[in-house]
């Protein structure tokens, strides 16, 4: 309603007065429809483009608006502007998400979740895109396509495959830290509220002296962990399948605001050298007990979004979108993700995307040379020059925004991972030292429930790698499939080559 209480007047997308929205322009009463409807054929055309393409992985989703506060000094690390000061808040937007499954798939499925912030700074946007999980199923880009088309729909049937994807997981032994993760019961957190967030990746912190430093983040969830059984998660699927959504957006309209503790884990480059992991393997996670986490800050959220399309789905996060004094490290993973994200969502929102208010930067806006293109929105530059250099006053490059130099060395080739240590250690200290016998007893229920649907050739195969990391884990997993313990044990002690012939 209006101030004088009239009813606000429809119209159409440029503003003209809309006389009849219930009854379609025909040719008498009977018709045909008249092609001058102009308000008829623009309601359905923009109805018939509803709906951008849909992510290719962490298709569904929920988000809010917050904020990040900084708790403890960590200027000796970074010149990161919003770290720069205890006290010192940044207004930030997250998305939650799963990532195998479509849009329109339950929130209790088993699968990663994803956990990206967006920091809105003074020095633009920084985007950090993580998951719950610590670690990753592969360490090298060249894999992702294939791994993600068996976490998808198989091409003939149309319906998820276990054949494909337990064939790729046990013919790549890299992924057995996060299946063991993901098979865990922290592969179906109850909530988006009760689950930690991590950067997966390593990270590079720099100061203003230009020295460096690894890192890792650690988003701790205040409200505690909680999950869902395998058997609960499946009530859930047909009882609310938008049950994360729904308690994300109800808690913060109730005024419980959920918050996560930020734990930074820092390593020095001399400590990097000679480490007994490879701290750049994102399928590997640095021993609390080598490098304690350390509380930097702290994230809150209490703000939902006043339309979903707007900010949730709109909303695209890279981890490109960096700030001075911190930067991406040689991570393979993280190279290739700093331009598959920008591309990925160039060819969903265009190229223009950046200037959507949920990506548009809010405190530094945005001064460059890019011009034109799909749905550019703003005054494009106006009358101001579209190259650098020039003599017109347009703005110039600020050289104490560069990244210290490191060293790089090597011939360039396809080089496959040579670290000495295995893929096996950290997933069966996970499984003997952390794991109660309870999380271990659902751990194996869930595995045997999912890969018994696989064929025997490929049970054994991935059976034999849960061998390598734990015996028991292997025995346990090869009764509850009712295979024979020797055979799986016979193919734990070949080599990759030969056990995926001898299966």
Known sequence: MGEDGSRKRLTRAFGMPVGDDQNSKTAGERGPVLLEDVHLLEKLGHFDRERIPERVVHAKGAGAGGYFEVTADVTRYTKAKFLSEIGKRTDVFVRFSTVGGEKGSADSERDPRGFAIKFYTEEGNYDLVGNNTPVFFIRDPMKFPDFIHTQKRNPATNLKDPDAFWDFLSLTP????????LFSDRGTPATYRNMNGYSSHTYKWYNEEGDHYWVQYHFKTDQGIKNLTREGADVMR????????????????????????????????????????????????????????????????????????????????????????????????????????????????????????????????????????????????????????????????????????????????????????????????????????????????????????????????????????????????????????KDVEKLAHMSQEDRAKAT
């Open 238 to 485: 047909s009882k609310d399948p938008d049950h994360a959504t729904r308690d994300l957006y109800d808690a913060i309209a109730r005024g419980d605001y959920p918050s996560w503790t930020l734990e930074m884990q820092i390593m020095t480059p001399e400590q990097a050298k000679d480490y007994r992991f490879d701290i750049l393997d994102i399928t590997k996670v640095w021993p609390h007990a080598d490098f304690p986490p350390v509380k930097i800050g702290k994230l809150v959220l209490n703000r939902n979004p006043a339309n979903y399309f707007a900010e949730v789905e709109q909303a695209a996060f890279s981890p490109s979108s960096l700030v001075p004094g911190i930067a991406a490290s040689p991570d393979k993973m993280l190279q290739a993700r700093l331009f598959s994200y920008h591309d990925t969502h160039v060819h969903r929102l265009g190229p223009n995307y950046h200037l959507i208010p949920v990506n548009a930067p809010r405190n530094s806006p945005e001064q460059s040379y890019q011009r034109d293109g799909f749905m550019r929105t703003d005054s494009n530059g106006g009358g101001g020059p579209n190259y650098w250099p020039n003599s017109f006053d347009g703005p110039g490059p600020d050289i104490s925004a560069k990244e210290p130099t490191f060293d790089v060395s090597g011939k360039a080739g396809h080089h496959p991972y040579s670290h000495p240590n295995d893929d096996f250690v950290q997933p069966g200290n996970l499984y003997r030292d952390v794991m109660t016998e309870q999380d271990r007893e659902n751990l194996v229920g869930n595995i045997v429930s999912h890969l018994g649907e696989a064929k025997k050739r490929i049970q054994l195969r991935q059976t034999a790698l849960f061998f390598k990391a734990d015996s028991d884990y292997g025995r346990r997993v090869a009764t509850g499939l009712g295979l024979d313990a």
């Open 174 to 181: 890299e992924s057995i830290h996060q299946v063991t993760i």
